[in-house]
Nanobody, 115 residues
């Protein structure tokens, strides 16, 4: 059994910052990649940022230069630093972990950008 616990979501004004965290625990032996996805109302879930075991990263074009993904391998935790947020960043953000022979998802955390 694998648990992903997300935290850090909330309400923030445009131009502000927010930091999301996701801690993985349970039967995890090898984590290959960790990522954040998001899903806005009426839209498909999309990849926001991904970080591989080696530390290489990949970002959606819409967040490049504003968001930063990082991980703490010792804590099996992934972070998403969100800066200069925009109204269109409003969504439910999901943690994603590819480990061993499977994929696990977090329960989602709401991020709302509003003035």
């Amino acid at each position: 059994q694998v648990q992903l616990v997300e935290s850090g979501g909330g309400l923030v004004q445009p131009g502000g910052s927010l930091r999301l965290s996701c801690a993985a625990s349970g039967s995890i032996f090898n984590i290959y990649a960790m990522a954040w996805y998001r899903q806005a109302p009426g839209k498909q879930r999309e990849l926001v940022a991904l970080i591989n075991k080696s530390g290489s990263t990949n970002y959606a074009e819409s967040v490049k230069g504003r968001f930063s993904i990082s991980r703490d391998n010792a804590k099996n935790t992934v972070y998403l630093q969100m800066n200069s947020v925009k109204l269109e960043d409003t969504a439910v953000y999901y943690c994603y972990v590819r480990h061993d022979l499977r994929v696990s998802w977090g329960q989602g955390t709401q991020v709302t950008i509003s003035s």
